[in-house]
């Protein structure tokens, strides 16, 4: 089977791959402990920049939205809970 650039099976270029010394550790493997650390501080620093904060009033809605979920189910596993225990009370006296 071949394609535009050639047949699969065989390559039309050689890219050399198999005479390149690979390197252990890329980047990382010269730096000592403290060299790795302050890379993943500075990776940290980097994604937190990239992160889309919430504003102050998406922020307390959100927050008033989960308030509110969390007391209806805290309400609804109470009347759950107190069906249970009348149920039992009547079943066992």
């Known amino acids: 089977m071949t394609d535009a650039l050639g047949s699969i099976d065989m390559p039309d270029a050689e890219d ?5 010394k690979t390197r ?12 790795r650390l302050a890379l993943f ?14 504003s102050r009033n998406q922020l307390t809605t959100y927050t ?21 225990q009348e149920a039992i009370k009547f079943v066992f006296g």
Do not use: S
């Not at 252990?24 to 060299?35: A, E, I, N, Q, T």
């Not at 501080?41 to 919430?54: S, T």
């Not at 008033?64 to 249970?84: A, P, R």
């Open 64 to 84: 008033t939205v989960v308030i509110v979920f969390v007391v209806i189910m805290i309400g609804l596993v109470t009347v759950i809970d107190y069906g249970f």
């Open 24 to 35: 252990k550790g890329g980047k990382r493997g010269k730096k000592g402990p403290l060299g």
């Open 41 to 54: 501080y500075r990776q940290i620093v980097a994604e937190l920049r990239k992160v889309v904060w919430p």
């Open 16 to 20: 050399g791959t198999a005479e390149k």
